[in-house]
């Protein structure tokens, strides 16, 4: 293992050789050198080697030296292994959600899936046809009467006894084999069911099934990926472009014969000063080293994430001892630690046939598409999206999927509380979706109530929302109490609390003195003045304030309207009609004269001057 250090001792670079020697020292003795290594080697002022005992911990040690280190010749991946899965808890019940996380052996775990939108559809497909719970074991063992979403047909209420343990559990085992791939054998059993619930006589259970038979036969047949990679198992089709100076790296996870939807990495670490940049098979290797060899003591989160076969568009290489490159991975070396990470048998493919090359040209041209999209997203507010959903981690085929909808609560003493919501999607403020929620039943000037009303009106159908609906983020103008009541409401709801942002107020309002609060145990980010990605929270965030002001004072100037005309003797509601109709509001009867408001039908002189005294 060799490392180079420049005259500040920062680090360049990190590399692995078998023969140390003759690898550090080619560096320097060649002459024809790529531009990208001479520039490297023009800042080379010393370097250091470690001693491994086997090929394969340098391999370890250099994988795990660049992530730390990030040094800016090597190629760096974005380290990011928070993938989403479909969890089942090992309650007697189990719960079905979505998870993030190391996995353990307590709960059963599908995945990983390459984004949220991914489980968000199969976790929709698994409660309309097999009717999983997906509250929150607190809420489950406290109910008393069915919820929403048993009304709605997406759950069979377990937790009020409408099932015995031993059917749920049926349908349990049901959603795991679908899950696993094995989709006709869920079919074939769901058929015997109600045909001997037929025979039984027993009628209305013959018709769930039937209708559990008609909702997956009808997914199977819209996801049509499915019915053709049959048998398929698991699979990783990764696929390397390159465009304009700027290099895509874009996995496709097929999981139990279904395609998920693919996923984009942007390396770092590429341009030099020439704009040469590496070939593809340097880049894969050093995306397979870094994506799926973890720390050995993290090996159950890595037998899940490495499926036993990768499908490539370039077949990987060795290095030579004596040639010169910025990745230095063996693929046999590679090969070999993958297989023991995995507990299993990894086979590399690069020129597929059938489903897996259909699967492949898919993946290479939507790395193209990525790289377009990313060429475009370099200025103004497309800037401050692609910042906010780099920091949050969002999983976004394209900016124009990014759904932010933002709550505030307003309010003068208590006096007219209204609830804003403002929607950010298509990379602009949809003011047709702006939505305000009257406020009532609660104690006067209590915001958290206030939250936990509108977030429960909001989101009571959120299981029904069509994907493109679904907000990847739900910002809170209010810190941790208001963040709090966000994530009651989602827990009663079976709803990802990864979605909710709290946006604290810093002195004064400022822009750039923000806090973020997260509800799922994520620590509270401070992004600073100079962030884009505050820019857009503070965008958001100030038009559901202004949204919600403008409501509020529009709903108490129509209550102070009404009551200080109804104080007045002699006038009934169609006067009180007649005189906000003939000015146009309040304002209009208090700016108005004795004699014109006198011209009103049905107002005398005497009147008009007993109303004019009252306004005046």
Known sequence: MYRFFDEAGQILYVGKARNLKKRVSSYFQRTQLSPRIELMVGKIARYETTVTRTETEALILENNLIKELAPPFNILFRDDKSYPYVMLTGHQFPRLASYRGKVDKRNHYFGPFPNSWAVRNSVQILQKVFRLRTCEDSVFKNRSRPCLLHQIHRCSAPCVGRLSVEQYGQDVAQATRFLEGDHSRVLSELEKEMHAHSEAMEF???????????????????????????????????????????VCVNLAMVRGGRHLGD?????????????????????????????????????????????????????????????????????????????????????????????????????????????????VETGGQLARARSLADILGLELESLEQLRIECFDISHTSGEATQASCVVYTKNAMQSGEYRRFNINDITPGDDYAAMRQVLQRRYANFQELPLEKIPQVILIDGGKGQVEMARQVFSEFGIDIGLIVGVAKGEGRKVGLETLIFADGRPPLELGIDSAALLLVAQIRDEAHRFAITGMRAKRAKARTVSRLEEIEGIGAKRRQKLLARFGGLKGVANASIEEIASVEGVSLTLAEQIYRQLH
Do not use: C
């Not at 819209?222 to 465009?243: F, H, K, L, N």
């Not at 994506?291 to 030579?320: E, F, G, K, M, R």
């Not at 230095?328 to 059938?354: C, M, R, S, V, Y």
């Open 204 to 246: 209305e259970m013959a018709a769930v099934l039937r209708d559990r038979i008609a909702d997956l036969s009808s997914v199977l047949q819209q996801q049509s990926m499915d019915t053709v990679a049959e048998g398929e198992g698991d699979v990783d089709i990764i696929a390397v472009a390159q465009m304009e100076g700027m």
């Open 263 to 375: 996923r984009a990495y942007f390396p770092k670490g590429l341009r030099s000063s020439s704009g040469e940049l590496p070939a593809p098979t340097e880049i894969l290797e050093a995306f397979i080293a870094q994506h799926y060899l973890d720390d050995v003591t993290d090996y159950q989160t890595s037998a899940n994430l490495i499926p036993p076969v990768l499908v490539l568009n370039h077949a990987l290489q060795s290095a030579s001892d004596d040639g010169v490159t910025l990745s230095e991975t063996p693929p046999e070396d590679l090969h070999d630690l993958l297989n023991a990470q995995a507990g299993k048998k990894i086979t590399f493919l690069h020129q597929p046939q059938g489903q897996r090359r259909h699967w492949l040209a898919m993946a290479e041209g939507n790395a193209k598409l990525a790289l377009t999209k990313r060429l």
